[in-house]
T-cell receptor, first 110, second 121 residues
Framework: QSAVTQPASVSGSPGQSITISCAGS?????????VSWYQHHPGKVPKVIIF???KRPSGVSDRFSGSKSGNMASLTISGLQAEDEADYYC??????????FGGGTKLTVL | DVELLESGGGLVQPGGSLRLSCVAS????????MSWVRQAPGKGLQWVSG????????SYADSVKGRFTISRDNSMNTVYLQMDSLTAEDTARYFC??????????????WGQGTLISVSS
């Protein structure tokens, strides 16, 4: 079981915005700003869409944005598209020198 | 292009051992920390282990500490994961992941395709 909690599923209609939460503690999410978000389509490898809380890698749509407040990180996807349907994971570096993933959230685009 | 090619997966009995290998190319291997991440069937991603560029610093998830050992051979651009005392809970696809810097805290942009481990009698 993950110590970092995400909702199991979220859904939205095309064009809408959704937010996925990632709730942890001062020992993981709240420890540093080394929080990443991954998009994982079944059968493919995970792809970083946000790193260091709010930075987007080159080539990632600006529809994806990240933020953090205290021990909670959030991923917002605006202007939902069918291709956004995937599993999303947050990940944090911890003071123990380890990393921890959230349990994952399945996004359904209705 | 960055390439990470895992091998060594397969079927193993409970209590058995397996060693995974990951050959890296397309980047400066000696300037990158490396990690292993796994995904059990129908489950989420789980970080397993990480190693510094020199191999001098390693870290493990609590669930594998004392059973798994990560190592690397910089002359071969290869990172290993020695897995001992395997249980059914270790059944998963294991991904080799490049950390984008010398410290494990950096983002994990590049992933291999993964290799499947099945622990069953």
């Amino acid at each position: 079981q993950s110590a970092v909690t995400q909702p199991a599923s979220v859904s939205g209609s095309p064009g809408q915005s959704i937010t996925i939460s990632c709730a942890g503690s001062s020992f993981d999410i709240g420890a540093y700003d080394h929080v990443s978000w991954y998009q994982h389509h079944p059968g493919k490898v995970p792809k970083v869409i946000i790193f260091e809380v709010s930075k987007r890698p080159s080539g990632v749509s600006d529809r994806f944005s990240g933020s953090k407040s205290g021990n909670m990180a959030s991923l917002t996807i605006s202007g939902l598209q069918a291709e956004d349907e995937a599993d999303y994971y947050c990940d944090a570096y911890t003071p123990r020198g380890t990393r921890v993933f959230g349990g994952g959230t399945k996004l359904t685009v209705l | 292009d960055v390439e990470l090619l895992e091998s060594g997966g397969g079927l193993v009995q409970p209590g058995g051992s397996l060693r995974l290998s990951c050959v890296a190319s397309g980047f400066s291997f000696t300037m990158s920390a490396m990690s292993w991440v796994r995904q059990a069937p129908g489950k989420g991603l789980q970080w397993v282990s990480g190693i510094s560029p020199t191999g001098g610093t390693t870290s493990y998830a609590d669930s594998v500490k004392g059973r798994f050992t990560i190592s690397r051979d910089n002359s071969m651009n290869t990172v290993y994961l020695q897995m001992d005392s395997l249980t059914a809970e270790d059944t998963a696809r294991y991904f080799c992941v490049r950390v984008s810097g010398i410290l494990l805290l950096f983002p994990m942009f590049h992933w291999g395709q993964g290799t499947l481990i099945s622990v069953s009698s």
